[in-house]
């Protein structure tokens, strides 16, 4: 299994430009999330999924939109990227059972200049 | 949302004990994590403890745990130069879905 993957891994942006970070998973995992790490204010959650056509917001999803068409993937989209979303944004995805451990993709570093 | 608190750094010599500490918030979370991230990747489950237990030992790592005061925290014995990472606590979050409530992590520096 190649677990959780995502791309790209490094990205620049201009402020205005919009992209679509990608994440997949190969686990079967009903539960995905999106988080961006920022220094001092740990992760923080954008958007997640219960599962394939369902999403809802997380803590700070204003500038981002997702979609769950199905249950492997779930990208994120930047719809006009400002220098406040220079980030590293993590996805994650989990069983949403029992201990539900949460795997972590290894993250796509961006900048918005 | 409401936040689940931890100090941000701690510095150990190798050989020492490091004890990372964590309040959390919500009194339903079933299980509490303790997740590791290497410089430059994505974080790891570490450890866990189920809500109904006090003490999880598992190697190296003991987690405490004090409901009455929502209060976790990892010891980690013997730390080794490889040890240094940030460290996160974290708790489900019950307003969304399965996704957590991660603290602002701990960064642990262990100087040989």
């Known amino acids: 299994n190649a677990g959780v993957t995502q791309t790209p891994k490094f990205q620049v942006l201009k402020t205005g430009q919009s992209m679509t970070l990608q994440c997949a998973q190969d686990?079967?995992?009903?539960?995905m999330s999106w988080y961006r790490q920022d220094p001092g204010m740990g992760l923080r959650l954008i958007h997640y999924?219960?599962?394939?056509?369902?999403?809802d917001q997380g803590e700070v999803p204003n500038g981002y939109n997702v979609s769950r068409s199905t249950t492997e993937d779930f990208p994120l989209r930047l719809l006009s990227a400002a220098p406040s979303q220079t980030s590293v944004y993590f996805c994650?995805?989990?069983?949403?059972?029992?201990?539900?451990?949460?795997?972590f993709g290894p993250g796509t570093r961006l900048t918005v200049t | 949302g409401e936040d689940v608190e931890q100090s941000l750094f701690l510095s150990v010599r190798e050989g020492d004990s490091s004890v990372i500490n964590c309040t959390y918030t919500?009194?339903?979370?079933?299980?509490l994590y303790w997740y590791k991230q290497e410089p430059g990747a994505g974080l790891q489950l570490l450890t866990y403890i189920f809500s109904n237990m006090d003490m999880k030992q598992d190697q190296r790592l003991t987690v405490l745990l004090n409901k009455k005061d929502k209060h976790l925290s990892l010891r980690i014995a013997d730390t080794q130069t490889g040890d240094s990472a940030i460290y996160f606590c974290a708790e489900r979050n019950s307003n969304s879905g399965y996704a957590l409530n991660f603290g602002k992590g701990t960064s642990l520096l262990v100087t040989p």
């Open positions: 999924s219960v599962g394939a056509g369902i999403t």
């Open positions: 994650a995805s989990s069983q949403g059972q029992g201990i539900d451990e949460q795997y």
């Open positions: 686990m079967n995992h009903e539960y």
């Open positions: 919500d009194s339903s979370s079933t299980y």
